[in-house]
């Protein structure tokens, strides 16, 4: 008689779901910069992008609007958070 495997808990299989961190890469850099370019709330320095990766800016503006929950890197992590160009990296 064998034994029947163990099945993961429910916890368990979706520890990780939204825990996933942004990779710091180009390919991600280029996507950002199509859609943080022409976000109402982006600070406008030329320099900071991927802000869900990377950190908030060193010179945030107020919120007005968020450009993040239409971005392919929003969608490719499962992220769920905005404005993070003001409140910091996705964890």
Request: hydrophobic share 25%; glycine share 10%.
């Amino acid at each position: 008689m064998g034994t029947k495997p163990k099945r993961a808990s429910h916890s368990n299989e979706l520890k990780g779901k939204n825990m996933a961190k942004v990779e710091d890469n180009y390919e991600n850099e280029t996507i950002c910069i199509r859609f943080c370019g022409g976000c109402p709330s982006y600070p406008g320095i030329k320099s900071e992008v991927l802000f869900c990766a990377r950190g908030k800016s060193h010179s945030p503006k107020p919120k007005s609007g968020c450009n993040c929950g239409q971005c392919d890197i929003w969608n490719k992590y499962d992220l769920s958070d905005f404005y993070y160009c003001i409140e910091g990296a996705a964890e």
